[in-house]
T-cell receptor
Framework: GAGVSQSPRYKVAKRGQDVALRCDPISGHVSLFWYQQALGQGPEFLTYFQNEAQLDKSGLPSDRFFAERPEGSVSTLKIQRTQQEDSAVYLC????????????????FGSGTRLTVV | KQEVTQIPAALSVPEGENLVLNCSFTDSAIYNLQWFRQDPGKGLTSLLLIQSSQREQTSGRLNASLDKSSGRSTLYIAASQPGDSATYLCAVMNSGNTPLVFGKGTRLSVIA
């Protein structure tokens, strides 16, 4: 597609509910990142995929957070047993970067999913 | 650990003014630096990307400079317009394909 697509745009979840957030990166983009942006803050890194391999998940705040990209394209961020502190905008970004320390063309971000846990 | 700071946190200017947004980072060994725009309730739009070997990039009324040795970047907006009102985020990458580290942003309001 022309850009990075995220769905749903908005999600309201009751505390304790599981949620799944979807990211469709730009076709052919190798790298995919998830970020979490709390209100009034800059985005913070959650996890990174290169094709289907999850190379870095150091930013995931707890074991309730899980991400996958099974075929190296679409990615899903799953949050189990949501808590109020999980309320944030979840941003996905992709890049056509060919590999670590090689040419990087910058990232393209999606519009995000705004998650509100009540 | 890389930390990115943006000053000021908020800025309000009359239409037509030229303005400068500042970004500083603690680890000067960066791979590149990127400026983004974020409108309320929206995602991030990339404005300018400066590779570590470059000093500046220009796009229309926007000019971004990079001084790696001092750990600073500035975003210059010429002849500001109400449509420029948004939050501007600075982000650095420490090495190829590592996560971006963001500042908290500068919230800009351009008053007609």
């Amino acid at each position: 597609g022309a850009g990075v697509s995220q769905s749903p745009r908005y999600k309201v979840a009751k505390r304790g509910q599981d949620v799944a957030l979807r990211c469709d990166p730009i076709s052919g983009h190798v790298s995919l990142f998830w970020y979490q942006q709390a209100l009034g803050q800059g985005p913070e890194f959650l996890t990174y995929f290169q094709n289907e391999a999850q190379l870095d998940k150091s930013g995931l705040p707890s074991d309730r957070f899980f991400a996958e990209r099974p075929e190296g394209s679409v990615s899903t961020l799953k949050i189990q047993r949501t808590q109020q502190e999980d309320s944030a905008v979840y941003l996905c970004a992709s890049s056509r970067t060919k590999g670590r320390a090689e040419i990087n063309y910058g990232y393209t971000f999606g519009s995000g999913t705004r998650l509100t846990v009540v | 650990k890389q930390e990115v700071t943006q000053i000021p946190a908020a800025l309000s200017v009359p239409e037509g003014e030229n303005l400068v947004l500042n970004c500083s980072f603690t680890d000067s060994a960066i791979y590149n630096l990127q400026w983004f725009r974020q409108d309320p309730g929206k995602g991030l739009t990339s404005l300018l990307l400066i590779q570590s070997s470059q000093r500046e990039q220009t796009s229309g009324r926007l000019n971004a400079s990079l001084d790696k040795s001092s750990g600073r970047s500035t975003l210059y907006i010429a002849a500001s317009q109400p449509g420029d009102s948004a939050t501007y985020l600075c982000a650095v990458m420490n090495s190829g394909n590592t996560p971006l580290v963001f500042g908290k942003g500068t919230r800009l309001s351009v008053i007609a």
